[in-house]
């Protein structure tokens, strides 16, 4: 009878702890979706294009999309940079405008900012002060992280398409414009996910000062798994 009871209590139990699970998997999903809305505004926002032509050309962008030209402009913008690899350094220059983008045009009544002021030492605002004003998104590490990762991508793409055939050129694919809202908040949960797995693995560094080989081989495991999982949200993972 005795075993009985325990039998019942432990799925009493591991019922109580399935629903709590879930209860807080789906508040968390509807945090992650309000936060995504405000940075997605605010990577459109900091996004924008400097130029008429490439107005012209985001025109045709599918409604609820992020491009990844807006996440190459916003990382500009925010005095952000990547790993640009040989390949990506040939692309030709007119296709982005990065020399028309500083981290000065992002000084604007419609940016948000995290602590610093924006006026010099004259008390006029410019560029003395700037370097001390983060725009609020820049806090977001995990947005940082991603969003590198996939302008780096969309480097490799690019560069690869243009040394492609013509008729690769011609075909209209919406795909490797950018990512649809839903499929940002699903990079982005897998951001997170990868980073709490780190959070588990014990610092590889031991008490005497050495390394754990092991552990430092599991972390890194880790992280390539994440890293490979965000490559599908590329505009062509077979490159990456």
């Not at 924008?48 to 409604?63: D, I």
């Amino acid at each position: 009878m005795t075993s009985v009871t325990s039998s019942k209590s432990d799925a009493v139990n591991y019922l109580l702890l399935y629903e709590c699970m879930v209860r807080h998997q789906d508040l968390e999903f509807s945090a992650t979706s309000d936060h995504i809305k405000n940075i997605v505004d605010r990577i459109k926002t900091l996004g924008k294009p400097s130029t008429q032509q490439q107005q012209n050309e985001e025109e045709h962008v599918p409604k609820g999309m992020i491009t990844y030209r807006q996440m190459r402009r916003c990382l500009l913008r925010l005095g952000y940079t990547w790993n640009r690899s040989a390949a990506a350094t040939a692309v030709d220059n007119f296709y982005y405008d990065d020399d028309n983008i500083s981290v000065i045009s992002n000084n604007s009544s419609s940016t948000r900012h995290s602590g610093g002021a924006l006026s010099n030492a004259s008390g006029s605002a410019g560029t003395g002060g700037f370097g001390n004003v983060r725009d609020i998104i820049a806090t977001d590490a995990q947005l940082i992280m991603l969003l590198t990762t996939l302008v780096e991508m969309e480097e490799r793409y690019h560069f690869s398409s243009a040394e492609g055939d013509e008729a690769k050129k011609d075909e209209i694919n919406v795909f490797p414009q950018g990512l649809f809202v839903a499929e940002f908040v699903q990079a982005y949960k897998l951001i997170i996910g990868g980073m709490q797995s780190l959070q588990t693995f014990s610092s590889p560094q031991g008490e005497g000062g050495g390394t754990n080989a092991l552990l430092e081989e599991l972390r890194l495991r880790s992280r390539e798994r994440t890293l490979g999982l965000i490559r599908l949200f590329g505009p062509d993972s077979s490159l990456y």
